[in-house]
């Protein structure tokens, strides 16, 4: 018998969690159901599973704390849920690790929808460009590492798979909504704020590199070039 994806979901409402076990059982998930924060690392031990969605007000300990605590064992998909919908949460969720952000109230079948999404970008990921080098620049999916001359540059997650993807399509222009596309996977509600953000991080972290910048394309959006071999 094949064996069926596990995804863990962690919410203190127990309406969401049966309503969620429901939808993803009927997919052909398998579900581990966890209501406590302090509870919610010792059941992704127990469970190993391939996605989390996680709620981020929870007795115990909250979601973000919960979140570095799992972007520091692993780099499975995570879904933040929640009732905050301001665009700085939805920001900070991501800049944590957070693989998508959906907020309450919303629709079963959204959510399940974003699960697949994640999943899908999660395992197209080829196994051969997860590492990349330009001159003395090294970004590594394998263990979300990059190297500086040989000095390891603490990052964000989302701004390492950034930098990844624009470093692996050298000279190549990308739109914002390309970008958010295949680095978070999904529309970010229709703000494309956010990738000006990481760019600006991107530029102020490393400053002026002779072998390589991130050019503006006034108009379309940005593109990785290669200034010296």
């Not at 007000?57 to 692993?74: F, Q």
Request: with cysteine; aromatic share 8%.
């Amino acid at each position: 018998m094949e064996e069926k994806d596990t995804v863990l979901i962690v919410d203190d409402d127990k309406h969401i969690l049966q309503i969620l076990k429901l939808y993803l059982q009927k997919e052909g998930f398998e579900t581990a159901l966890c209501e406590r924060g302090d509870e919610a690392t010792a059941a992704f031990d127990a469970c190993s599973p391939r996605l989390v969605i996680l709620d981020v007000m929870l007795p115990g300990k909250d979601g973000w704390e919960i979140l570095r605590e799992l972007r520091s064992i692993s780099s499975v998909p995570v879904i933040m849920l929640t009732a905050k919908g301001d665009i700085t949460d939805r920001v900070q969720g991501l800049d944590c690790g957070a693989d998508d952000y959906i907020v309450k109230p919303f629709e079963a079948k959204e959510l399940l929808a974003r699960v697949k999404a994640v999943l899908r970008r999660t395992a197209a990921s080829p196994e051969g460009i997860r590492s990349v080098s330009v001159g003395s620049l090294e970004v590594s999916l394998d263990n979300y590492s990059v190297l500086d001359n040989g000095r390891s540059v603490e990052m964000p997650p989302k701004e390492i798979e950034l930098l990844h993807f624009l470093a692996t399509h050298p000279g190549r222009v990308y739109t914002r909504e390309q970008i958010l596309d295949s680095v978070w996977g999904f529309d970010f509600f229709g703000d494309s704020r956010t990738v000006d953000v990481h760019i600006k991080r991107l530029r102020d972290r490393f400053g002026e590199r002779p072998e390589w910048r991130i050019e503006t394309v006034w108009g379309v959006g940005y593109k990785f070039l290669i200034t010296k071999e």
